[in-house]
């Protein structure tokens, strides 16, 4: 349940996707690591607030207790931690598990890839941070996906802010965790959650939703910055700075049209501590409506600096950075968009299909392919003895094999090949 | 345990390998499949011999009962049946799970890749097969790995042998794995397993022995199929008459150089009912021993005609051929060769470090890297406000970045960019 073979047709459409996905990550100078499927149970537990209980465990069959891993950031920290690395850009594609309601029409699924890339090291600030929204910028804007919007927004931030509202400490995880829904739900199921289920005063609630309702650029960073309360909240100075100089750094990319700064913004995750981002695709469902749809996110991330610190004895903290392209969901949309423009995609590479006119001609055609494989040339050639030339050229079609090189007993007796291009009929001896 | 993390130098190296197995895949006109992680239990179970124990099962958390994949072998046929797919070509790399004793530096581990290719459907007989060991020839001399040889044998030729030697058909898997030892032991000891755990008699053990010590090629089969009692025997008839049709396709391929028809063949897993083969490299440990020493099993693979019809309701059967690449023991080579020769391997392709030799040039530095990054170049520069341009050369020499795009006060009031090769040193405006 929630898991789902990839026929040839979804493989080679994944790996045009995640090919795009890897060659970005590249252009920026990062290298690949690989890390288990399988952690100790103990590396997992702790790191990802509710998710904690979708971790899949392994059975105790002696040895050590294993899961099996719910993202690739964890087990990034845990392998700088124990290989105490400082300083390293790194990417990873691979399959993560979580034991979830699968939607798999919306792209939910309990395995599923996710494409991280992150930044770790001790640098000045927002430099990786507004890297990584390049490429989330880079990325979106490659494959095509129409219009998004990246929404960012800083974890001191929305502390300062819960900190003026009169939440009290222990409260800022939960709360954080409500103004995530934002982006789901109303404002007004958003502050009855906060009153009732988080037990905020309804004061507290009142003046949280006046900040979190929040969203805009450069100007609004000033505006806050100039807000009476929040400038005097140590945290939100902070993070608004760290905005601005985000800002500055985005303008130089030349990508702030396509940013948003959302106080609504908090991310799921325990472990962020700095900015956090969140890209969505916008759908115009209808063209004569105004605001555009959101359709769900499709890349996050944020900053980090606290996690490798955790799996370190000594728990020196490496600063680290990244983002995560949501694939599973991009795939779906590719893969409705290309069943929608009817394009066939080819699911093998094969240049020439090998083939024979008449009977008794299989040595002719071993002899001819291996020299093509030798040759480095993709070949195939039908699994028969004695099939009609029709059913090859059949299959030539069938599986978009461009050309066929045909071997007759003329062809043997002069020494040449025939080779005909499917699509045109054309043939010339060779 | 029996697990490890690939830093950047090995990924970058298996990368390598598993581009060269792939690339071969798809020479060949394989499409990719991809399958989950995770089978049902009870797709597992019964199909690996003495290896079931070796499955990795998941905790019962609820729902389905769950394992982690033990080869990609039985989750194709898994597939096919359920897809109801009666012709296929496909490859598939990913990692499988073995709770077996970890021997890591004989590339042994209990998380492991496999590169399979497998060729599913009714055809005329032998061919897939032969191309199944061509795929071998041409990777293993692709990698140039040193010298090897591919044992050939058939099951079907085994069982006879067992049959007209007295054995009792339901002992013929029993005989089969002990058999299977006689590359790691020599002929006595195997004689004694034969006898002492697995109860033949001793006479139709010494019969047994005269014929799985014998190994050669076409003249063996002749030989064989002239052998008054092996040739009465439907199974082996059969078996040889496979055997010679295959070294005659091989032949044509021009690789039985390489192949020798070892009747000590017989390779551990239930599932085989055809042709069967290992390849092995050959290590010449001293040159004055004439006799070259085998480093063990690089591929391997068979004919498994039933496996399908035992994930199907009606038993419909799909024959099909594969073999199975051993890249965690080639890669474990490669290392050693890559240590050896110290060479060192580039983790990253970044073409040009973006940098500037005065203070207060950041904004610069951000412009043209995203200038870079839009025109599709691989570029980096250093996370730092300012940082000295003797560190930025250094970068470049220590992690192989061919050239550095320096843009000092004077380049930018010129408008060019001063274009450095880091090796040379030579420098060029542009």
Same mark, same amino acid.
């Given at each position: 349940?929630?898991?789902?073979?990839?026929?040839?047709?979804?493989?080679?459409?994944?790996?045009?996707?995640?090919?795009?996905?890897?060659?970005?990550?590249?252009?920026?100078?990062?290298?690949?690591?690989?890390?288990?499927? @399988?952690?100790?149970?103990?590396?997992?537990?702790?790191?990802?607030?509710?998710?904690?209980?979708?971790?899949?465990?392994?059975?105790?069959?002696?040895?050590?207790?294993?899961?099996?891993?719910?993202?690739?950031?964890?087990?990034?920290?845990?392998?700088?931690?124990?290989?105490?690395?400082?300083?390293?850009?790194?990417?990873?594609?691979?399959?993560?598990?979580?034991?979830?309601?699968?939607?798999?029409?919306?792209?939910?699924?309990?395995?599923?890839?996710?494409?991280?890339?992150?930044?770790?090291?001790?640098?000045?600030?927002?430099?990786?941070?507004?890297?990584?929204?390049?490429?989330?910028?880079?990325?979106?804007?490659?494959?095509?996906?129409?219009?998004?919007?990246?929404?960012?927004?800083?974890?001191?931030? @929305?502390?300062?802010?819960?900190?003026?509202?009169?939440?009290?400490?222990?409260?800022?995880?939960?709360?954080?965790?409500?103004?995530?829904?934002?982006?789901?739900?109303?404002?007004?199921?958003?502050?009855?959650?906060?009153?009732?289920?988080?037990?905020?005063?309804?004061?507290?609630?009142?003046?949280?939703?006046?900040?979190?309702?929040?969203?805009?650029?450069?100007?609004?960073?000033?505006?806050?910055?100039?807000?009476?309360?929040?400038?005097?909240?140590?945290?939100?100075?902070?993070?608004?700075?760290?905005?601005?100089?985000?800002?500055?750094?985005?303008?130089?990319?030349?990508?702030?049209?396509?940013?948003?700064?959302?106080?609504?913004?908090?991310?799921?995750?325990?472990?962020?501590?700095?900015?956090?981002?969140?890209?969505?695709?916008?759908?115009?469902?209808?063209?004569?409506?105004?605001?555009?749809?959101?359709?769900?996110?499709?890349?996050?991330?944020?900053?980090?600096?606290?996690?490798?610190?955790?799996?370190?004895?000594?728990?020196?903290?490496?600063?680290?950075?990244?983002?995560?392209?949501?694939?599973?969901?991009?795939?779906?949309?590719?893969?409705?968009?290309?069943?929608?423009?009817?394009?066939?995609?080819?699911?093998?590479?094969?240049?020439?299909?090998?083939?024979?006119?008449?009977?008794?001609?299989?040595?002719?055609?071993?002899?001819?392919?291996?020299?093509?494989?030798?040759?480095?040339?993709?070949?195939?050639?039908?699994?028969?003895?004695?099939?009609?030339?029709?059913?090859?050229?059949?299959?030539?079609?069938?599986?978009?094999?461009?050309?066929?090189?045909?071997?007759?007993?003329?062809?043997?007796?002069?020494?040449?090949?025939?080779?005909?291009?499917?699509?045109?009929?054309?043939?010339?001896?060779?």
């Amino acid at each position: 349940q929630g898991t789902r073979d990839h026929p040839p047709a979804q493989a080679a459409l994944r790996e045009r996707l995640l090919s795009a996905v890897v060659s970005c990550f590249k252009r920026h100078g990062a290298a690949a690591i690989d890390t288990p499927v @399988l952690e100790l149970r103990e590396t997992l537990v702790g790191k990802y607030g509710e998710g904690t209980k979708l971790i899949y465990e392994l059975q105790d069959q002696g040895g050590e207790l294993l899961a099996l891993r719910y993202d690739l950031t964890v087990p990034f920290a845990r392998y700088l931690a124990m290989n105490k690395i400082t300083n390293m850009k790194r990417y990873h594609v691979a399959k993560v598990y979580r034991r979830d309601n699968p939607a798999m029409t919306r792209g939910r699924y309990r395995e599923f890839y996710q494409c991280d890339f992150d930044i770790a090291g001790q640098f000045d600030p927002m430099i990786p941070d507004a890297e990584c929204l390049k490429i989330v910028h880079e990325i979106l804007s490659d494959l095509q996906l129409g219009d998004f919007v990246i929404k960012v927004n800083h974890r001191q931030i @929305l502390n300062g802010v819960f900190a003026i509202c009169g939440v009290p400490e222990s409260k800022f995880i939960p709360a954080c965790s409500t103004v995530d829904k934002l982006d789901k739900v109303p404002w007004e199921e958003v502050r009855s959650e906060m009153v009732g289920e988080k037990g905020l005063s309804p004061e507290a609630a009142d003046r949280i939703g006046e900040y979190v309702q929040l969203h805009g650029g450069l100007e609004l960073i000033e505006r806050l910055l100039q807000d009476p309360k929040l400038s005097q909240n140590k945290l939100a100075k902070e993070g608004l700075g760290d905005m601005k100089l985000l800002f500055e750094y985005l303008t130089l990319f030349g990508i702030t049209g396509k940013i948003s700064f959302d106080l609504s913004l908090a991310r799921g995750l325990d472990y962020y501590t700095g900015v956090i981002f969140e890209a969505v695709l916008l759908q115009q469902e209808n063209q004569h409506v105004e605001e555009p749809v959101s359709v769900g996110s499709v890349a996050g991330g944020g900053r980090y600096d606290g996690l490798v610190g955790m799996f370190d004895p000594k728990g020196r903290k490496v600063p680290c950075v990244g983002v995560s392209i949501g694939v599973e969901r991009i795939f779906s949309i590719l893969e409705q968009r290309l069943e929608a423009s009817g394009e066939k995609l080819r699911t093998t590479e094969t240049q020439v299909l090998v083939a024979t006119p008449q009977k008794h001609l299989l040595a002719a055609r071993l002899k001819l392919i291996s020299e093509l494989w030798g040759a480095g040339i993709k070949a195939e050639m039908l699994y028969k003895k004695d099939p009609k030339l029709l059913k090859q050229l059949q299959y030539c079609e069938d599986t978009g094999i461009p050309l066929a090189a045909i071997v007759g007993e003329q062809e043997l007796a002069d020494g040449v090949v025939k080779l005909r291009d499917i699509a045109t009929r054309e043939e010339v001896r060779m």
